[in-house]
């Protein structure tokens, strides 16, 4: 099989591996559509994505594919099953699995990040992490239910009430589910702050209440302008030091700041702690999707959630290292790639 393999920072090289056999409790996937990650871009750059990545390692943790063959014991699905994967396998003994945080295992084995992924033909990955798509649904689709996952964690921990006003930084994939998951749980006004106006349509195509440019108007000033003048929940998808800190400014009293984004591990904002205190606010974090793999795959197999509109295209296996190597072609979009060619 071929695999794209990162060798180091900036060194992505497609070579020829055996395919894997399944063992007990595991099956062997054909990867049918892998997404392209902001965390994968980190690695590629030598920075950390959700746990350390030693080289060579095979990275792809959003993906979804054909059951090729099961190893012995494995009763949840068979060969031929059109399924996507939980890449997050926590150890269900540690001190934080054993209080309910699995997102903090401290044994937490990473498909893509620390176990070799689906930037390959075929990936090894345990049965009790797999999930069925329904048959009207495609496999590029299917790849997108692990950011959702993560997104529906972010959603949840962002505390969005019915009514509330919400304001999201960031126009890229996360921050398009995002909106999207605000609406469904009721947001009165969802408003996308992103400086790249074909980002700003495709949000208002999803169903942003409004959309501002932060290089042409003042963020405050457009929501007063737009008879908002109480926001309840600010998410932040870009990483940036600005608007993280913009997020804490225009914030209501008692609201709420999601720093969703992943940054670099040395990033640090200036936060004015008197606003914090009275403000009253809660800033909070949101770290992979522990629990949260399941009902992103009902979400999708319902056809509730948009995740397709927002993409940039695909392109095969020899493609990855062009991707996480090129910032401007990464701006179109999300990228999907697909190791064994086209399907649907």
Request: proline content about 5%; hydrophobic content about 40%.
């Amino acid at each position: 099989m071929k695999s794209a393999v990162f060798l180091g920072m900036k060194n992505i090289q497609v070579q020829e591996r055996q395919i894997p056999e399944p063992g007990p409790g595991e099956v062997l996937v054909k990867v049918m559509a892998c997404g392209i990650c902001g965390s994968d871009v980190h690695i590629f750059e030598g920075d950390q994505g959700s746990a350390p990545t030693i080289p060579p390692q095979v990275q792809g943790h959003e993906f979804s594919g054909l059951v090729a063959k099961a190893g012995s014991g494995v009763t949840n699905c068979k060969e031929g099953d059109r399924v996507c994967v939980d890449p997050a396998d926590n150890c269900n003994e540690c001190y934080y699995c054993a209080n309910g945080m699995m997102a903090h295992c401290d044994n937490l084995k990473a498909i893509g990040t620390n176990v070799d992924g689906a930037f390959s033909e075929y990936c090894i990955v345990p049965a009790r992490l797999v999930y069925h798509l329904a048959d009207d649904v495609t496999f590029i689709e299917g790849a997108m239910a692990e950011p959702l996952a993560c997104c529906i964690n972010g959603a949840d921990r962002s505390g969005i009430k019915v009514s509330d006003n919400v304001v999201i930084y960031g126009g890229g994939m996360i921050g398009l589910l995002l909106m999207q998951l605000a609406r469904l749980k009721g947001a009165a006004n969802v408003v996308l702050v992103e400086p790249v106006e074909a980002k700003r349509k495709v949000a208002e195509k999803l169903g942003a209440s409004f959309t501002v440019d932060p290089m042409e108007a003042k963020v405050k000033d457009t929501l007063l302008a737009h008879g908002i003048d109480h926001v309840q929940t600010v998410i932040e998808t870009c990483g940036l030091k600005s608007t993280s800190e913009e997020a804490v400014d225009i914030v209501d009293r008692g609201g709420t700041v999601l720093l969703f984004a992943v940054t670099k591990v040395d990033s640090v904002i200036g936060l004015m702690t008197y606003k914090v205190f009275q403000k009253e606010l809660t800033i909070k974090g949101s770290y992979c999707s522990p629990y949260d793999m399941g009902r992103a795959v009902e979400l999708i197999n319902a056809h509730r959630i948009d995740v397709t509109t927002m993409l940039a295209g695909t392109r095969p296996l020899e493609g990855v290292a062009e991707i996480l190597a090129d910032p401007a072609v990464r701006a179109q979009g999300k990228w999907v790639i697909l190791p064994n060619g086209p399907a649907v």
